[in-house]
Each structure stands twice: as C-alpha cells, then as structure tokens.
C-alpha cells in the first residue's frame, strides 16, 4: 500500500501496521496527523449497517420478487430449499419462493372449467334434442323450452324421448316390483307373484336398470321366493295325495 503525504510538509507518512484509526507523527515536521485504518483491496472493510446494504447494492442482492435492493433495515426472509433471499411481506404475499423450478413455488391453479368452455366433439354449443334451439355444450337444461337433460352429454331427439318416457315409467315400474315382491311372499299367492316375476322380469330388464339396485334385486328375490313357495305346495299336494289314497 502506498504511503500517504503529509498535509504540511508533504512528506511521504507510511501507513504500515495500522489496524484501526490512529494519531501518527510526520516524521518531517513532526506534525500530528489522523490517519485512517488501511482496508482490502479486495473487500472493503464493513463499518456499519450503512455501509453493509451499499456493499449489498453493488453486488446486486436484490429480492427475487419485487427485484428491490435490500437494505439493513429491511425484514428478510430465506428460502429454507434454494436460499433465496426475500423481503418478508414479498415472500408473504407470493406464498412461497419465486424461484422457477424450485419446490417451495406457490402451487398455480389448472385452468379448469371456468375458464376452458366445455365442449363435446370439438363444439362449445348443442342444439337442444327437445326444441332444436342452440345452447351450450355443458348446459345440462334447455335455457328455451325448459327441458331437462341427465348429463351435459349431447344426445339426438329419439334418445331424449326415449329417456322422457322411461322416467315417466319409472313410478309404475317401482310399484310393480313391489306387488311382484309382496305377492311371492304369501303362500297362497306364490304361484301368481312367481310366474308373473318370472314372465315379466325378462322383458324389463333394461328399464330396471335406470332404477336404484334394490328394485332389480326385489325382482329376482321374487322369482325365487314365489317359485320356491309354488314348487313346496306342489310337492306337500302330491305327497297328500299319495297318503290320503293310501
């Protein structure tokens, strides 16, 4: 380091050794001189906070969010997974690091169907299967004529009719199950609940399906119950024919 040169003589004063802030002699004049303490040249030496956030500044610490230079006073906070540093409140208000790739990234939302129309066969709009009027592909109920669709799935004007006029059957298909069911449980009906179950239940099959599982399940245990009763009485009247002729 090279000495420096006394204000009033200008003779060279050697700055070797000092460690902080001291009072030397000239060694001319004998006047005495403050000098500074001697610092790296390659890392200035921090002094205080001030100093500290300027040194920072140079070096560009800035948050990774709001891209703002720290300064002393500043309440930081740091990613416990990249070590990024970050004003508090920006990590706050983010939710998280704002560090691409890194696994403390705030979880971003899918676009959904709020904001991606939903569509069918590449359509946003149906035309309605009751009035034939264009609405959208996931309305589920006609906004024209009022009709009621089960699904947002498209569906041509014979499968809606198809579809209206078995729900209308369903309440008479529930009570006919019922009448089957309780009419196999007499014995002295089982013969009529156990046929009709058994003619009636094939042919039916399908539009049993739309209705819950207990109704198909009342059928069949109808079909068993009523033929099982009819097939015992069948037996006990064979085996009282045979006694009473014996």
């Given at each position: 380091?090279?000495?420096l040169?006394?204000p009033?003589?200008?003779?060279?004063?050697?700055?070797?050794?000092?460690?902080?802030?001291?009072?030397?002699v000239?060694?001319?004049?004998?006047?005495?001189?403050?000098?500074?303490?001697?610092?790296?040249e390659k890392e200035?030496?921090?002094?205080?906070?001030?100093?500290?956030?300027?040194?920072?500044?140079?070096?560009?610490?800035?948050?990774?969010?709001?891209?703002?230079?720290?300064?002393?006073?500043?309440?930081?906070?740091?990613?416990?997974?990249?070590?990024?540093?970050?004003?508090?409140?920006?990590?706050?208000?983010?939710?998280?690091?704002?560090v691409?790739?890194c696994s403390?990234v705030?979880?971003?939302?899918?676009?959904?169907?709020?904001?991606?129309?939903?569509?069918?066969?590449g359509?946003?709009n149906?035309p309605?299967?009751?009035?034939?009027k264009e609405?959208?592909?996931?309305a589920?109920?006609?906004?024209?004529c009022?009709?009621?669709?089960?699904?947002?799935?498209?569906?041509?004007?014979?499968?809606?009719n198809?579809?209206?006029?078995?729900?209308?059957?369903l309440?008479?298909?529930k009570?006919?199950?019922v009448?089957?069911?309780?009419l196999?449980?007499?014995?002295?009906?089982?013969p009529i609940?156990?046929v009709w179950?058994?003619?009636?239940?094939?042919?039916?099959?399908?539009?049993?399906?739309?209705?819950?599982?207990?109704?198909?399940?009342?059928?069949?245990?109808?079909i068993?119950i009523?033929?099982?009763?009819?097939?015992?009485m069948?037996?006990?009247?064979?085996?009282?024919s045979?006694?009473t002729?014996?």
């Open positions: 380091m090279s000495d040169k006394c009033q003589c200008g003779s060279p004063v050697s700055q070797t050794g000092l460690t902080s802030e001291a009072t030397v000239c060694p001319s004049c004998q006047t005495a001189l403050q000098m500074p303490a001697p610092t790296s200035p030496l921090l002094q205080s906070p001030s100093v500290a956030s300027t040194v920072q500044t140079q070096r560009g610490a800035v948050c990774a969010i709001c891209q703002s230079p720290f300064t002393h006073a500043d309440n930081k906070t740091t990613c416990p997974d990249c070590h990024a540093e970050y004003h508090a409140e920006c990590w706050q208000e983010n939710g998280g690091c704002g691409y790739g403390q705030p979880k971003i939302e899918q676009r959904r169907a709020v904001e991606i129309p939903v569509s069918y066969w359509q946003e149906k309605c299967p009751s009035c034939g609405i959208l592909a996931a589920v109920r006609c906004r024209h009022g009709a009621m669709f089960s699904s947002a799935k498209p569906e041509d004007t014979v499968t809606f198809q579809r209206q006029a078995l729900e209308q059957q309440p008479k298909l009570q006919t199950v009448w089957i069911f309780v196999s449980l007499l014995p002295c009906l089982a609940g156990g179950s058994l003619v009636w239940y094939p042919s039916h099959r399908q539009d049993l399906a739309a209705l819950p599982s207990l109704y198909p399940a009342l059928c069949k245990i109808a068993v009523g033929l099982g009763q009819t097939g015992l069948a037996l006990m009247g064979v085996l009282y045979f006694t002729a014996g």
